[in-house]
């Protein structure tokens, strides 16, 4: 059985995770900077990659005794880490921790995609999963939809041509004084209001499997200074209303087209409530299989750069101690 440590430091989280080849997580930390990014309207990478700096040992600690190893030797197989994409200064914090970590332990690199990571969350929670599987990726940084023949073979069908759906609702969030991250107070607010009161374009209506969310915002922001009287809750229902429901039609026009066994979300997005449950009631109505993870799943750690580093291993896709982080490392790229 093979067994690996993984480390995610690419955005606010600093986390590490203990995984084996059976897809059994044996810890999973995760600490986050996001109090002291709230008030700014989005992550502040020098606020980041400091606290990374200060909280990067304690949390590989934290992963390696609660999984039952020896930190100062502990019996694993490989070391696996984020090297993109990401905040530069953030990703290069958790890099070097990895090669030190390598080195002295004296065991594999396996450097790791985040997009890649956040494909196998599912798989943690459903080892036997059945392939190929239909994945909406949908987090603050991207938008896609990916189809994945199995653990690590996956190609990209559709992406955003603009923001992300996250970056969209921190976007929002932030316009109605709702602080970072925007997501979730979205969410709870849509459900206390009337999505009927306001009328917003759903964009992306045409038969390709891309995505656009820049013009929803403008059109919120525009329809919420002519109509001051709007309730907040209102404008969040409208908004989560037109957000979700491009998601979902383009998810139905790649099942369409592909067949597939599941279909599955993942990232921060997957998170939101309307989200989730369209996407089960998509799945039955196609007939396969839903994958919808814990929230702990959908939002960013190390238990999924470990599974990816995982398949690395397996295949002898090794990393080089010589290895630089990429803030832009596209999923498209990742073989
Ligand atoms: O995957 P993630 O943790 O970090 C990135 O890799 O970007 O995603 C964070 C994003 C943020 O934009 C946040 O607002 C969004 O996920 N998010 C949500 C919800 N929870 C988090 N968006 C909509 N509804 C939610 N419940
Ligand atoms: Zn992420």
Same mark, same amino acid.
């Given at each position: 059985?093979?067994?690996?440590?993984?480390?995610?430091?690419?955005?606010?989280?600093?986390?590490?995770?203990? #995984?084996?080849?059976?897809?059994?997580?044996?810890?999973?930390?995760?600490?986050?900077? *996001?109090?002291?990014?709230?008030?700014?309207?989005?992550?502040?990478?020098?606020?980041?990659?400091?606290?990374?700096?200060?909280?990067?040992?304690?949390?590989?600690?934290? =992963?390696?005794?609660?999984?039952?190893?020896?930190?100062?030797? +502990? =019996? *694993?197989?490989?070391? %696996? #880490?984020?090297?993109?994409?990401?905040?530069?200064?953030?990703?290069?914090?958790?890099?070097?921790?990895?090669?030190?970590?390598?080195?002295?332990?004296?065991?594999?690199?396996?450097?790791?995609?985040?997009?890649?990571?956040?494909?196998?969350?599912?798989?943690?929670?459903?080892?036997?999963?059945?392939?190929?599987?239909?994945?909406? $990726?949908?987090? !603050?940084?991207?938008?896609?939809?990916?189809?994945?023949?199995?653990?690590? #073979?996956?190609?990209?069908?559709?992406?955003?041509?603009?923001?992300? %759906?996250?970056?969209?609702?921190?976007?929002? @969030?932030?316009?109605?004084?709702?602080?970072?991250?925007?997501? +979730?107070?979205?969410?709870? $607010?849509?459900?206390?209001?009337?999505?009927?009161?306001?009328?917003?374009?759903?964009?992306?209506?045409?038969?390709?499997?891309?995505?656009?969310?820049?013009?929803?915002?403008? @059109?919120?922001?525009?329809?919420?200074?002519?109509?001051?009287?709007?309730?907040?809750?209102? *404008?969040?229902?409208?908004?989560?209303?037109?957000?979700?429901?491009?998601?979902?039609?383009?998810?139905?026009? %790649? $099942?369409?087209?592909?067949?597939?066994? !599941?279909?599955?979300? %993942?990232?921060?997005?997957?998170?939101?409530?309307?989200?989730? @449950?369209?996407?089960?009631? $998509?799945?039955?109505?196609?007939?396969?299989?839903?994958?919808? +993870?814990?929230?702990?799943?959908?939002?960013?750690?190390?238990?999924?750069?470990?599974?990816?580093?995982?398949?690395?291993?397996?295949?002898?896709?090794? !990393?080089?101690?010589? =290895?630089?982080?990429?803030?832009?490392?596209?999923?498209?790229?990742?073989?």
């Amino acid at each position: 059985m093979s067994v690996v440590l993984g480390i995610e430091t690419s955005c606010d989280e600093t986390a590490a995770a203990v #995984v084996d080849d059976r897809w059994r997580v044996h810890s999973s930390v995760v600490e986050s900077s *996001i109090d002291q990014h709230h008030h700014f309207g989005g992550v502040v990478p020098e606020l980041a990659g400091r606290a990374h700096v200060t909280t990067i040992v304690p949390v590989v600690r934290a =992963a390696l005794e609660s999984a039952g190893l020896d930190v100062g030797h +502990p =019996a *694993i197989d490989a070391v %696996a #880490v984020t090297a993109g994409p990401g905040l530069i200064g953030s990703l290069l914090v958790g890099l070097a921790a990895a090669k030190a970590y390598a080195l002295s332990w004296d065991v594999p690199l396996l450097t790791v995609n985040h997009l890649e990571g956040h494909l196998f969350a599912p798989l943690l929670e459903t080892p036997d999963l059945a392939w190929p599987v239909l994945t909406l $990726l949908v987090s !603050g940084g991207h938008t896609m939809l990916v189809y994945q023949r199995g653990p690590g #073979v996956h190609e990209v069908i559709g992406e955003t041509i603009d923001d992300a %759906a996250g970056e969209a609702y921190d976007k929002v @969030a932030r316009w109605l004084g709702l602080g970072y991250p925007g997501g +979730p107070p979205i969410d709870r $607010l849509a459900g206390a209001g009337d999505a009927s009161s306001l009328v917003l374009p759903v964009s992306m209506t045409g038969e390709d499997l891309d995505f656009s969310f820049s013009g929803l915002k403008s @059109a919120v922001v525009r329809a919420g200074e002519k109509r001051p009287d709007l309730a907040h809750a209102d *404008i969040a229902a409208a908004f989560q209303r037109a957000a979700v429901e491009q998601l979902t039609r383009k998810l139905r026009r %790649a $099942l369409e087209r592909y067949d597939v066994a !599941g279909v599955a979300i %993942a990232g921060g997005v997957a998170a939101n409530s309307a989200l989730r @449950a369209a996407v089960i009631d $998509l799945a039955t109505e196609f007939g396969v299989v839903a994958h919808v +993870p814990s929230l702990a799943m959908c939002t960013d750690n190390a238990a999924m750069i470990a599974a990816a580093g995982l398949s690395h291993l397996t295949r002898g896709s090794l !990393g080089r101690l010589d =290895a630089s982080a990429d803030p832009n490392w596209s999923l498209a790229d990742v073989s």
